[in-house]
């Protein structure tokens, strides 16, 4: 079975610091990755996704992930967060012939004004 | 824009008692899901369906079971709610072909 680890469960930032966090999954063949984000007090929507293509993906408000095959990563990157960005973060992976999707723990990052 | 709505916000259920929460998408997917979301431990599938009629199950469908009559709707079900089962409910959808899912707002089940 797939497998999709998140190494950051809590992350606290001041604005205008830079963001990373940490998602790699285990799964040989080719797979279809995705951040999800739940605001608090909202439902968790999608933030970003690749297939295929540029291994440099770019989603909504800002935030960015780069697929890195060899070290089966997918780490989310922000330049500069805001005190709106508070949320929990959801890395997922699927294989492109599955139906069934696999998600992180999450990490929680709050943004300190 | 995909829509799917799940019948409660909160539920507060009695132990025993037989649990129904209803998931309901208005964009024809094929594909339907219910996870629970504990803190420290994300999503987790119980259980999904793939087509009307069909049910696959996750990585923890003990103590519950799932009913599609219909493609929009998708119910899950607490046989006899136990307390380890106070969470938060999830349903989503998707179109197939490992698609991004679109969630619903999700249901806190207390079970005292």
């Known amino acids: 079975a797939q497998s999709v680890s998140q190494h950051n469960h809590h992350v606290i930032l001041s604005e205008a610091a830079s963001l990373e966090l940490g998602c790699n999954y285990s799964?040989?063949?080719?797979?279809?990755l995705f951040w999800y984000v739940q605001y608090p007090g909202q439902h968790l929507q999608l933030l970003l996704k690749?297939?295929?293509?540029?291994?440099l993906v770019k989603g909504i408000k800002g935030f960015e992930a780069e697929f890195i095959k060899s070290k089966f990563s997918f780490n989310l990157r922000k330049p500069s967060v805001q005190w709106s960005d508070t949320a929990e973060y959801f890395c997922?992976?699927?294989?492109?012939?599955?139906?069934?999707?696999?998600f992180g723990t999450g990490t929680s990052l709050t943004v300190i004004p | 824009d995909v829509k799917v709505t799940q019948s409660s916000r909160y539920l507060v259920k009695r132990t025993g008692e037989k649990v129904f929460l209803e998931c309901v998408q208005d964009?024809?997917?094929?594909?339907m899901f219910w996870y629970r979301q504990d803190p420290g431990l994300g999503l987790r599938l119980i259980y999904f369906?793939?087509?009307?009629?069909?049910?696959e199950k996750g990585d923890i469908p003990e103590g519950y079971s799932v009913s599609r009559e219909k493609k929009e709707r998708f119910s899950l079900i607490l046989e006899s709610a136990s307390t380890n089962q106070t969470s938060m409910y999830l349903c989503?959808?998707?179109?197939?072909?490992?698609?991004?899912?679109?969630f619903g707002p999700g249901t806190r089940l207390t079970v005292t």
């Open positions: 997922a992976v699927t294989s492109n012939t599955g139906n069934q999707f696999y």
């Open positions: 799964y040989g063949g080719t797979v279809n």
């Open positions: 690749y297939f295929s293509g540029d291994p």
């Open positions: 964009m024809d997917h094929e594909n």
């Open positions: 369906s793939y087509d009307v009629k069909m049910k």
């Open positions: 989503a959808s998707d179109r197939g072909n490992s698609y991004e899912q679109y």
